[in-house]
C-alpha cells in the first residue's frame, strides 16, 4: 500500500524501463509515464520508429522526450531513445525491467531468453507467450535472478491478486476470472464477420484504427482461454475438463452460480478458473454484467464467517456459505505502472505461472483440409480452447501461439483440436524448441494435477 511512497523516494535515481512495442497497450502505459514517481522509460523498440514517436505525441509527451538519439544521450537528458532494434535495447547495460507488449507469442519468447541471458526483469504484457510456455520463462528467470511478471492492468494479474488477497485473508478460493461478451456462434467468428458482432460498420472499424484479427480473438473465445490458462498457471486453479463454460451471470449471481454442482453450482470442481458471458446465449444482455472486470468467489472456512457475510450485508449464495468480491473494470496499460513499481520497489511480481495447468489449443473453426495454412488466434481457420494441461499432452494437442503459419498436413473437422501430428512446424524454432522443453519439464505436474 505504499508503492506511491517508495517510488517518490526514487525521483533521483528513478528505474530505467525499456518498452519493446508501442501498440495501444504500449501507449496507454506511455500516457501515465510522465505523471509516475520514479519511472524513466529510456527506450522503446518499435517496428515502426516513425509510429511510435507518433504515439508519443498523440498521447502528450513533450516533443523532446523523444528526441534522444541514442540510450546515452536518453540517460543524460532524461529522454528516450526510439529505435527498432529490440534486440539492442535489452542488450543496454543501463536498462533494468524490460515490457514486452508485443503480442507475438515467437518474439515474446526471443525476448524474455535475452532479457534472461543480460540480466534484465521482464514484464510479460504478452500474455499470448506466457499462455504457450509461461512456466518455463518463469523456470529460467528465477533460474537467471531476475523477475518474471505478468501485466497489472491486464485482467489475468488483477485476478492473481484478488486469488492472494483472498487467500492471504484465510478464505477458500472457488472461482476466479473475467466476464466478457459470449455467445456459441461466436467461436466461428472470422475477421469477416467480427465487426457485425461488435455492431460496427467495417469502414467505421478501420476509421479507429481497430485490427479485426485481434477484436475476433477476443470475441472468438480464444483470449479468453489464454487469459484463464496465465491465471490458472499462476495460481493454481485449474480448468474444467470441459474447458471455458461462458454462462451467462451477472455480478449478484456470481456466489449462487460459481459454486461446485454437487451444491447447485455449474463448477466441475472447487479451486476453478471459469469466465461468464455479459450476453445470454439468445443475445440479450444480462442484468448487472461483469463484461470488462474480473472476479473471485470464496467459501467461508467456518460458520462465524459465514454468520458475518449476512451480518455485513454481503451476496451470498442460498446458504450463505460463498460470496463473491468483483471488480468491473480493468484499465489495461494504464494501470501498468502497478508492475514496474512492485518490481523495482519490492522485487514483487504481480502474478507469474508457477506450474502448468492450463492449455489453449488450436480449434477447427470449419471442416479444415489437408494443405492448408492455419493462421492462428483471431483468424480464419482456428480459435483456442481452454484445456487442462494433462488433457491438451494426452491428445498432443498444438498450443493456438504455434498455429500462425503452420501447415495443415491432414484434414481436421469443424470443433476439432488441431494436433502436433496434423501439422508441418520448424522445430528448429525457439518458440517450437522451448515449448517441447516445457511438456518434458512439466509433464509430471500436468499429468498430477487430473
Known amino acids: ?126 500474455v499470448e507467450a506466457d499462455a504457450l510456455v509461461g512456466p518455463l520463462l518463469a523456470q529460467k528467470a528465477r533460474e537467471a535472478g531476475v523477475i518474471y511478471s505478468l501485466a497489472y492492468g491486464d485482467q489475468p494479474a488483477l485476478i ?32 469477416d464477420t467480427v465487426w457485425t458482432f461488435y455492431g460496427l460498420t467495417p469502414e467505421r472499424a478501420r476509421a479507429a484504427g481497430m485490427n479485426p484479427k485481434m477484436f475476433n480473438s477476443f470475441l472468438d473465445g480464444t483470449k479468453s482461454g489464454i487469459e484463464m490458462a496465465a491465471v490458472a498457471n499462476a495460481t493454481g486453479l485449474a480448468p474444467s475438463p470441459g474447458g471455458l463454460r ?39 444482455a444480462v442484468v448487472g454484467d461483469l463484461r470488462w472486470g474480473v472476479y473471485v468467489v470464496i467459501e467461508a472456512p467456518g460458520d462465524y464467517a459465514a454468520r458475518c457475510f449476512g451480518e455485513y450485508g454481503m451476496i451470498t449464495d442460498p ?33 507469474a505461472p508457477r506450474q502448468w495447468l492450463g492449455d489453449v489449443v488450436a480449434t477447427a473453426k470449419r471442416d479444415l483440409a489437408a494443405g492448408e495454412t492455419l493462421d492462428g488466434e483471431g483468424g480464419y ?19 493456438i501461439g504455434l498455429a500462425d503459419g503452420a501447415r495443415l498436413l491432414h484434414p481436421v473437422k469443424a470443433g476439432q483440436p488441431v494436433r502436433w501430428a496434423d501439422v508441418a512446424l520448424d522445430e528448429s524454432q525457439p518458440a517450437v524448441k522451448l515449448r517441447r522443453e516445457m511438456e518434458l519439464a512439466f509433464a509430471p505436474q500436468a499429468e498430477a494435477a487430473e
Not at 482456428?382 to 491428445?395: E, F, N
Open 381 to 399: 481457420t482456428v480459435w483456442g480452447r481452454l484445456y487442462p494441461a494433462d488433457r491438451s499432452l494426452a491428445i498432443g494437442g498444438l498450443p
Open 246 to 284: 461462458f454462462q451467462p451471470c451477472g455480478v449478484h449471481d456470481l456466489a449462487r452460480m460459481l459454486r461446485p454442482q454437487a451444491e447447485g453450482g455449474i463448477l466441475h470442481h472447487a479451486g476453478q478458473v471459469e469466465v461468464v458471458s455479459s450476453d445470454e446465449w439468445d443475445g440479450r
Open 1 to 126: 500500500m505504499n508503492l506511491y511512497a517508495l517510488m517518490s523516494a526514487r525521483a533521483a535515481s528513478p528505474v530505467r524501463v525499456g518498452l519493446i512495442g508501442a501498440g495501444k497497450f504500449g501507449a496507454m502505459f506511455l500516457a501515465q509515464v510522465p505523471h509516475m514517481p520514479g519511472v524513466h522509460v529510456a527506450a522503446i523498440a518499435d517496428l515502426r520508429p516513425d509510429g511510435a514517436r507518433e504515439r508519443l505525441t498523440a498521447v502528450g509527451w513533450e516533443a523532446g522526450r523523444a528526441q534522444a538519439r541514442d540510450l546515452d544521450e536518453a540517460l543524460a537528458t532524461g529522454g528516450t531513445w526510439i529505435t527498432d532494434d529490440a534486440d539492442a535495447l535489452i542488450a543496454a547495460g543501463p536498462i533494468e525491467i524490460v515490457i514486452d507488449a508485443t503480442g507475438d507469442p515467437a518474439s515474446g519468447v526471443a525476448h524474455a531468453l535475452a532479457c534472461f541471458a543480460n540480466g534484465k526483469h521482464l514484464v510479460m504484457v504478452n
Open 160 to 191: 492473481c491478486e484478488q486469488v492472494d488477497w483472498a487467500r492471504a485473508c484465510g478464505m477458500t478460493v472457488t472461482a476466479a476470472g473475467k466476464g466478457t461478451r459470449y455467445r456459441p456462434e461466436f467461436h466461428a467468428s472470422t475477421p
Open 319 to 351: 446458504g450463505g456459505r460463498y460470496t463473491a468480491l468483483w471488480r468491473p473494470y480493468h484499465m489495461i496499460g494504464l494501470e501498468l505502472g502497478i508492475t514496474v513499481a512492485s518490481i523495482a520497489a519490492r522485487g514483487e511480481a504481480t502474478g
